[in-house]
């Protein structure tokens, strides 16, 4: 009996669909130019047409007939099955190789595509599995990977990858065709796992940079930055320019950094109408077939069957005699069997966790601050990724393992905050949102390094789309920040992932410049799962009203919260308060300021580092000290100490 949610099945068989009817519809208009199907079909084609007699590869194919997009990957399929999630190397070759005989047989030449033919070729001279393909370049591995995706859940993403290339090195064992085939895999694997749009394509994108690193090494433009590109192209290009825009700039060939770009554009621009994007990549011409095919496993992966009107399935039913419900269930089947596999999690070393706003600041050096109405000459200005980025770049760089888990947006700032992150080493655990930018902040450092923010912000504001509790195990340590909690609608959402959360996570709530007003917000679950509050002096005082650091470090412990309260006095260091004893005071280090921002957000990471690293909390919050120190004393928010740079620090403080 089968035990998979209808939605998943529901949405697997959308996303064979959506591959059978994009294929179909791509079928007489595949290696022509734009112009020429412009000028044979119009500008958008309407619906699955005869190909005529002198189509290049599909002659006289009747309207809604698949090609090898569909066929090669019912024979994945069939393969997968067969071998019980796995395809041995020489079944696949072995497979392709009576495929292509059979169309001979049947009058159709010319579909095996160019790496496919060669690795074959390279085979049958007796070269090993492993370095058949190792040209292989093309789209080959991603038109028929969808098997492998409905085959294997997202959750571990390395191991979908891993699936990926196993399924095609053969013929494509090349970092370009893997990060391709990776990128369509992850993104029908999320669809059908829920994720929506957005989420699934920005996990495909995650999947290209990691199936970047397999295969052989062949020169060519970076699979993922080209998604990246050509999806931010497209953004808010009006539908009749589209297809010009894809032809002239993202390419339309069979190389892997044309159409799958290309496919992605499409589903990213025009997904919301699932058979008007495949009607229009159809009419793109080149590889306009594996283009479409592409575009309708993603969205039907997302959308389920309802994605297509119900004519279009029944034609490429009918027409094939596809029969892609029982593949499907058995393709679920190893789905199924794969999930119930142990946690990947289970034996990592233990992380930190930000959840909050990554943003990008904007810092302006000014002697004072201007009237109102007036204007300040700025010194110095920089861009520069800040706000949660300096509280996991302080931890990073204490050498303990840091996970984001906040959104982050789809533009240029989005953009310098994954680099900044991805040079720390600090691991993306959420994707990219498409359509909207991440936030910014700007900020004016006075003489004396005393900051004023005004901040707007953006993607990061709707919190954390991955459920932290399926990702926290014990001993992690989870940061909150307080930038989260000001949308209603995300406290709702944290309330439910912290109330899963084991109990061996630790977790810090650090609640910003907001304080005042998150303090008259319902905040019940948070209250019931926090282990540390962490707040300056002036958020402290307008959250309990008490000015005086040591009174509103003992009042705060009774929020209360579970192990205690940190609150940050600058240069005098910070008041530490526990459940059932007297405030104390952990001294700071006397420095020249330069510019304090960020300097809180290093005290906390580097905190929760020590904490990672087993120190008790009087001794974590001395070399947190330390380091918010260090850090004032340069220019910008990202000045936080490396662990030498911290040890040297301390090793003069002492002497």
Not at 551 to 579: E, F, H, N
Request: net charge negative.
């Amino acid at each position: 009996m089968r035990s998979t949610p209808p939605e998943v099945r529901d949405r697997a068989l959308g996303a064979f669909y959506g591959l059978a009817i994009g294929d179909a519809l791509g079928m007489p208009t595949e290696s022509l130019s734009r112009a020429a199907v412009v000028a044979r079909y119009g500008a958008i084609i309407e619906g699955f047409l005869d190909a005529p007699a002198d189509q290049p590869v599909a002659a006289n194919l009747v309207a809604g007939t698949v090609t090898d997009d569909t066929e090669q990957s019912l024979l994945v399929a069939r393969l997968l099955v067969a071998g019980g999630g796995r395809i041995a190397p020489g079944a696949l070759a072995e497979a392709l190789a009576r495929w292509d005989a059979d169309l001979s047989a049947r009058g159709r030449r010319g579909l095996l595509g160019p790496s496919t033919r060669r690795a074959l070729d390279a085979l049958a001279a007796g070269e090993p599995a492993e370095r058949a393909g190792r040209f292989g370049a093309t789209n080959g591995a991603a038109m028929r990977i969808v098997p492998v995706a409905l085959a294997t859940p997202p959750d571990d993403l390395d191991a979908l990858v891993r699936a990926v290339h196993e399924a095609s090195l053969v013929t494509h064992n090349t970092n370009i065709a893997c990060a391709a085939a990776a990128a369509v895999a992850a993104a029908v694997s999320a669809g059908v796992s829920g994720a929506d749009l957005d989420t699934a394509l920005a996990t495909g994108l995650a999947a290209a940079r990691l199936g970047a690193r397999l295969g052989h090494y062949v020169a060519g433009a970076d699979v993922a930055a080209r998604l990246e590109w050509a999806m931010d192209l497209v953004a808010g290009c009006e539908p009749d320019r589209l297809a010009g825009l894809i032809d002239a700039l993202v390419g339309t060939s069979v190389a892997a950094q044309e159409s799958v770009p290309a496919a992605f554009a499409l589903a990213a621009r025009l997904g919301e109408a699932p058979f008007d994007a495949l009607r229009l990549a159809a009419s793109l011409g080149g590889d306009a077939d594996t283009i479409a095919a592409l575009v309708g496993a993603i969205c039907g992966a997302c959308r389920g069957l309802a994605a297509f009107p119900a004519a279009a399935i029944d034609t490429v039913e009918a027409v094939n005699d596809l029969g892609l419900a029982p593949v499907v269930d058995a393709l679920l089947h190893l789905r199924e069997r794969a999930s119930r596999r142990p946690s990947p999690h289970a034996a990592r070393p233990a992380r930190l966790v930000h959840a909050g706003s990554a943003i990008v600041d904007l810092v302006l050096e000014v002697d004072a601050l201007p009237e109102r109405g007036a204007d300040a000459l700025a010194r110095r200005a920089a861009l520069v990724a800040g706000g949660g980025v300096n509280v996991m770049v302080a931890a990073a760089r204490q050498g303990v393992p840091v996970a984001y888990a906040g959104a982050h947006g789809a533009g240029p700032f989005g953009r310098l905050v994954r680099a900044a992150l991805a040079d720390e080493g600090v691991e993306l655990l959420a994707p990219v949102r498409r359509g909207e930018d991440t936030g910014i902040t700007v900020a004016l450092v006075e003489t004396g390094g005393e900051r004023t923010f005004a901040t707007h912000r953006g993607a990061e504001r709707h919190g954390t789309p991955v459920a932290l509790a399926a990702g926290l195990v014990a001993g992690d340590v989870l940061s909150i920040s307080g930038y989260l909690l000001l949308e209603k609608a995300v406290v709702a959402l944290l309330g439910a992932n912290l109330a899963a959360l084991a109990d061996g996570v630790t977790v810090l709530f650090d609640p910003g410049p907001f304080a005042g007003e998150l303090a008259a917000r319902d905040l019940a679950a948070l209250r019931a799962r926090t282990d540390w509050l962490s707040l300056n002096a002036r958020e402290a005082a307008a959250w309990c009203g008490r000015s005086d650091p040591l009174a509103a470090a003992r009042a705060l412990v009774a929020w209360p919260v579970r192990r205690g309260v940190v609150v940050r006095i600058g240069a005098g260091g910070c008041v530490l308060a526990t459940p059932g004893g007297d405030p104390l005071l952990v001294p700071g280090f006397a420095v020249d300021a330069v510019d304090t921002s960020g300097a809180g957000d290093t005290h906390v990471g580097v905190f929760l580092a020590e904490l990672l690293r087993g120190r008790d909390p009087e001794q974590a919050l001395r070399r947190a000290n330390a380091a918010a120190a260090y850090a004032v004393k340069r220019r910008g928010p990202g000045g936080a100490p490396t662990a030498a740079q911290l040890e040297e620090f301390l090793a003069s403080a002492d002497t």
